[in-house]
Each structure stands twice: as structure tokens, then as C-alpha cells.
């Protein structure tokens, strides 16, 4: 079945750190891959998402590559901002159940 | 455009007791998508409607149900309470088979004691 694997967390950083979660998936077929952030007492925020290999998602500094080689949609920002701070969920979808499918989350906190 | 609207936003429940959660998708969505996120287990995929039927349905007991209106909106039941159903419960909606992606609203954070 399919699966989303993100890093252990949370992490914190200082602000204006670079930043990277790493993602990796198991999928049948040919996934479409998302970043979603949920700041403290809120619902889930599309960030960026990609749907074929090679595709990079990009949205508010962030960015994230869809590697088929290595299956993995690793999230990266050059610069991190207190109000980056939230849970940070990868998640994929593939057309056979159209159900997204989350992995963990991982919680970023940024100081300033 | 309005977004994932959501009712109530919290509510606390006695174990064994019925609960009844409500959505309603952006104007245009025909699916809706039901997430649990329970402390400490992440986001579990409950259930989805699209078009009045139930298309796909998670890993629950038969307690949890619902059920999608004429209008798209949709209801969540849970009967039986117990005290691990404490969770946010997330509804999201899509266009179609959602391959852009969900819209979530801020949920209905559910405290059963």
C-alpha cells in the first residue's frame, strides 16, 4: 500500500537557518506529492505540491523536488522566519482511491 | 470564495454518548473527505463522499458514519463514545478526484471525558 516516511522531530532552528524535512514515499503507480502546514489551532494549509517526476513545488520560500529516483519530495527553505513555525505534513495521492495518504508530521519551531 | 466551513468548533462529549459533526465543501466540490488527527497518531484517513455516496472508508469501526447531502455538505456520526475518540476531526473537500490537492477547514476539536 502506500506510505509516507518523514524525519523525526520537532526541529528547531534559529531564524533565517536553512531548512530541510526530509520526505520519502512507497506508492503504486505515479503519485502526486504535497507539502502541508498546520500553524498552532488550525486546519491543514496546502503549501506546495508536485504532480510528475521532476516537477519542483514552490510557494512562500519553500520548494520541493519530486524525485522518482529516489522517491523522495525532501521540503527545503534558504531561510526560515518565526512564523514558519508549525507542523509540517508530507502527504501523496494516487488516482486508484483518491485518498490522500500523510505521513507523521514533523514540527518545526524557529527562534528568533 | 468561502472555504471548508466547519460546526462546531469544539464540543465536549460523555463517553457513550452520539455526536454529530458537519461540513460544508467550497462552492463547486463535489468530494468530502473526513480526517482524524488523535494526539500522537498524525492524520487517519476516516472516510470520503463524493456525489452523495461513500467512495472510500479508513481502518474505523462501524460507529463512525456519515453521510453527504444533496448539497455536498456532509455529516460525520460518531455513536458510542469512547474516551480515545478524542481528536481534531478535519473535513476537506475537493473538485473531482482531487489530484490538486485538498482544501481543509480548522476543524472540530472533539473532547470526549
Known amino acids: 500500500g502506500n506510505s509516507v516516511t518523514q524525519m523525526e522531530g520537532p526541529v528547531t532552528l534559529s531564524e533565517e537557518a536553512f531548512l530541510t524535512i526530509n520526505c520519502t514515499y512507497t506508492?503504486?503507480?505515479?503519485?502526486?506529492l504535497f507539502w502541508y502546514v498546520q500553524y498552532p489551532g488550525e486546519g491543514l494549509q496546502l503549501l506546495l505540491k508536485a504532480t510528475k517526476a521532476d516537477d519542483k513545488g514552490s510557494n512562500k520560500g519553500f520548494e520541493a523536488t519530486y524525485r522518482k529516483e529516489t522517491t523522495s519530495f525532501h521540503l527545503e527553505k534558504g531561510s526560515v522566519q518565526v512564523s514558519d513555525s508549525a507542523v509540517y505534513f508530507c502527504?501523496?495521492?494516487?488516482?486508484?482511491?483518491?485518498?490522500?495518504?500523510f505521513g507523521k508530521g514533523i514540527t518545526l519551531s524557529v527562534r528568533p | 470564495e468561502a472555504g471548508v466551513t466547519q460546526s462546531p468548533t469544539h464540543l465536549i462529549k460523555t463517553r457513550g454518548q452520539q455526536v454529530t459533526l458537519r461540513c460544508s465543501p467550497i462552492s463547486g466540490h463535489t468530494s468530502v473527505y473526513w480526517y482524524q488527527q488523535a494526539l500522537g497518531l498524525g492524520l487517519q484517513f476516516l472516510l470520503w463522499?463524493?456525489?452523495?455516496?461513500?467512495?472510500n472508508r479508513g481502518n474505523f469501526p462501524p460507529r463512525f458514519s456519515g453521510r453527504q447531502f444533496p448539497n455536498y455538505s456532509s455529516e460525520l456520526n460518531v455513536n458510542a463514545l469512547e474516551l480515545e475518540d478524542s481528536a481534531l476531526y478535519l473535513c476537506?473537500?475537493?473538485?473531482?478526484?482531487?489530484?490538486?490537492?485538498?482544501?481543509f477547514g480548522s476543524g472540530t476539536r472533539l473532547t470526549v471525558v
Open positions: 506508492a503504486t503507480g505515479y503519485p502526486s
Open positions: 463522499y463524493d456525489e452523495g455516496e461513500e467512495r
Open positions: 476537506a473537500s475537493s473538485l473531482g478526484a482531487g489530484t490538486s490537492g485538498y482544501t
Open positions: 502527504a501523496l495521492l494516487t488516482g486508484a482511491n483518491s485518498k490522500l495518504t
